[in-house]
């Protein structure tokens, strides 16, 4: 059962005390409360205002015990400060405090009550309430904030008397102040607990700003990288020549690296002379001179197997700085980045020294293998370009002599087709020749008559003893011609004599009787013997004649050579003779 | 019998039928070619040929038969050659023939002007030279010159 100050049951109880001491307990009361008001305020934590709060409730209502539990809502866990109880009576009821929270202030009644009139339970019968302590007298509700909720408890007063109405007032006003001082320490800590908080968030705060700058400037560096590396990508992307791709490379490296002076080796092992791009200040044909002396090779090599398992493989590069062997380097080489483009071909970037000094930074290392990275790629497509080019003249070269080749080839092919139509010509002309040979040709006959008639003319024409081809004596005039009868009259006379101008053998098998065979092989002969002693005047009558000859007229011809005038040829010869009936003769 | 016939048709017989027959055609012709007067009056005798050719004929008869007989040693154009020559002796022989029923009292003059007077022996050895000339035509084929000459270009057909 609750009861309250103002219960007019307690006035009745308190029995008419007189006004004046009233007052003075009154003010006596409000001193307390003022002082316990002082004092809280000193006080922050919980356990302190506890400690603050317990002997001054103790002093000022003179009990026996005093005690707090305080507990969150729901909580069994409760944290509990007590005067004057025994150890096991406080563990008890820091064991119990959540179960006694809910038993005497549910939290429907919690939320219900007024904050400026705590509720008091007060009486003997709280000892027979086996979780509370022993002896507790009076129990005060806390108004509880924040899900706090508590209670206070007290002993029987050292007087043993009940509590007065006073009393209860002053314990509620005392509960009250507590209540408040605990909720005062309550938000005050919850301040400092968002201080906390917030200062840490703070912190957090700057450090992510301090990151965020930090992110900013790496990206800033990152930009700028990336810028080199696009600007170096898209510049030697376009060069197709290896020697400007190497000259190209160096300036941007030189650039990019704010260096005074480099070279690049590329050393092929299939080329006898290395390819050098080569940037310096000062004698440039003597430093060239001495790049391509041929230790600089053996140096190189040397350079690159003294990395053993760093050296760099197909594509990879590898920047030194401070190694040893950049001493034994033709040209004052402060770092250098070896490279391997393939199996066969190795090259080196040789830096002088930086112009404003100082190492290289991780970042500007990190850069630096992206930009041999990109050098790498574009020096490997433009060999290839080159190969490639150089494969391309090949292949035009031969295709040049593929053509003349075939052109050599079309004219032979010409040529053969000539020579066939010339074959299939002769063998025509061949296989006539031989066809004619089984033949006889009318044109082949003609052509023998024909030349063998013409060497026969020739021959005769030439020779001194050629002959008339037409007899002359066609030509003369001919002899005067005598009949038979006149003949035979001017004979029988003896005037004239006839002569046999045919061969001997014509004579021989038949003749005019009484004639002299004169024929023309034997003229002078016989002519001497026989006819040259006839007396002048005597008629010669001559005869003889064939189809084929006119001796008759030959032999006259030759008789008017010597002289005989009186010629005449016998008209019808030797046959009109014999037709007349004439005398012949017969043998020499 | 078979071996006669053989024997008969063998071109080498025919290739020496060929060679006797060029010789003596070679042989005949020397003589007439240096005495053409001579040869003239031979054929004047056989009177088959008209006054006015006698001599034309003189000239040119030594040097046809001249040509045949190297073409026939040669092997050249022989069947045109071969018919040349038959065909002379042909003539020869008719004219000794015709000259015999006349009863000419004439040499031959085949090879000299004095000669013994043409028989019906002329008559027999000119026929036999005749098919000696048959015999080459027929069976004739060695020692060709003209084949020779043309054997290689008719070897570029293989």
């Not at chain 1, 574009?378 to 031969?398: K, V």
């Amino acid at each position: 059962m609750m009861l309250s100050p103002d219960d007019p049951r307690r006035e009745e109880e308190a029995g008419g005390a007189e006004p004046e001491r009233s007052l003075a307990l009154k003010l006596f009361h409000l001193q307390i409360l003022y002082e316990l008001g002082q004092e809280l305020a000193k006080a922050e934590e919980p356990a302190e205002l506890l400690d603050i709060f317990l002997p001054i409730a103790m002093g000022s209502l003179g009990v026996t015990s005093a005690y707090v539990a305080l507990c969150g809502v729901g909580q069994t866990d409760c944290q509990v400060a007590e005067r004057g109880l025994g150890q096991g009576a406080a563990a008890s009821l820091a064991e119990h405090a959540g179960e006694l929270v809910a038993k005497f202030f549910p939290e429907a009644d919690a939320a219900l009550a007024d904050p400026a009139k705590p509720g008091v339970l007060a009486g003997k019968h709280l000892e027979r309430d086996p979780l509370l302590p022993s002896g507790t007298r009076a129990i005060v509700t806390l108004p509880g904030r924040d899900g706090l909720a508590g209670f206070l408890g007290l002993g029987a007063k050292l007087s043993g008397e009940p509590f007065l109405p006073a009393e209860i007032e002053l314990l509620q006003g005392l509960a009250r102040s507590l209540g408040l001082a605990l909720a005062r320490a309550s938000a005050a800590r919850t301040i400092l607990r968002l201080n906390d908080s917030l200062t840490a968030q703070n912190r957090r705060l700057e450090r992510t700003l301090e990151k965020m700058e930090r992110a900013r400037e790496e990206l800033n560096l990152r930009a700028f990288q990336l810028k080199t590396l696009y600007d170096a990508s898209s510049e030697l992307a376009g060069v197709l020549d290896s020697d400007t791709l190497l000259e190209t490379f160096l300036l941007m490296i030189l650039g990019a690296f704010s260096v005074g002076g480099g070279y690049v080796i590329l050393l092929d092992d299939a080329r006898s002379a290395p390819q050098i791009a080569l940037r310096h200040a000062g004698d440039e044909a003597d430093c060239f001179d001495r790049l391509l002396a041929p230790e600089v090779r053996q140096q190189l090599l040397k350079l690159f197997v003294a990395q053993k398992d760093r050296l760099p493989q197909t594509m990879e590069s590898l920047l030194l700085t401070d190694e040893a062997g950049l001493t034994d380097l033709p040209l004052p080489t402060s770092a250098a980045v070896i490279f391997a483009l393939d199996e066969s071909t190795r090259g080196i970037v040789g830096l002088f020294d930086r112009l404003a000094g100082g190492p290289y930074t991780k970042d500007e290392q990190r850069l630096m293998t992206s930009l041999m990275a990109n050098f790498l790629v574009c020096l490997d497509n433009a060999r290839r370009f080159e190969t490639i080019a150089g494969l391309n003249a090949d292949l035009n070269r031969r295709n040049v002599e593929l053509k003349r080749t075939l052109d050599e080839l079309t004219s032979a092919k010409v040529e053969i087709g000539r020579l066939k139509v010339a074959r299939e010509r002769i063998l025509a002309a061949v296989r006539g020749g031989f066809a004619r040979l089984e033949r006889v040709s009318p044109l082949e006959i003609a052509a023998i008559v024909l030349v063998a008639a013409m060497l026969g003319l020739l021959f005769n024409l030439t020779n001194p003893a050629g002959i008339e081809l037409v007899p002359q004596v066609l030509f003369s005039p001919p002899p005067p011609a005598v009949s038979i009868a006149e003949a035979e009259r001017a004979v029988a006379g003896g005037a004239a004599v006839i002569v046999d101008a045919r061969p001997t053998e014509f004579y021989r098998q038949e003749h005019i009787a009484g004639a002299e065979s004169l024929p023309l092989p034997l003229f002078d002969f016989v002519y001497a013997m026989k006819l040259a002693t006839l007396p002048a005047g005597t008629r010669f009558i001559v005869y003889g004649r064939t189809f084929s000859r006119h001796w008759d007229r030959e032999v006259a011809a030759r008789l008017a050579q010597m002289g005989v005038s009186e010629i005449s040829v016998l008209e019808g010869g030797l046959a009109d003779w014999k037709a007349r009936g004439l005398a012949t003769a017969e043998g020499g | 019998m078979e071996t006669l016939a053989r024997w008969l048709k063998s071109p080498l017989l025919a290739l020496a039928l060929r060679l006797y027959l060029g010789g003596l055609f070679i042989y005949a012709s020397m003589y007439k070619i240096n005495y053409a007067a001579e040869f003239a009056a031979t054929i004047a005798s056989y009177q088959l040929v008209p006054f006015v050719l006698v001599n034309v004929t003189a000239v040119v008869v030594p040097w046809i038969e001249l040509a045949c007989g190297l073409m026939l040693v040669a092997g050249l154009r022989l069947r045109s050659a071969l018919t040349v020559v038959a065909g002379l002796l042909a003539v020869f022989t008719v004219a000794i023939v015709v000259n015999l029923v006349r009863g000419a009292p004439i040499s031959c003059g085949c090879f000299h002007t004095v000669e013994d007077p043409i028989s019906w022996w002329s008559v027999a050895r000119d026929l036999s030279w005749l098919a000696m000339a048959g015999h080459v035509y027929l069976f004739d084929r060695y020692l060709h010159l003209d084949r020779m000459v043309l054997k290689p270009l008719k070897d570029i057909e293989a």
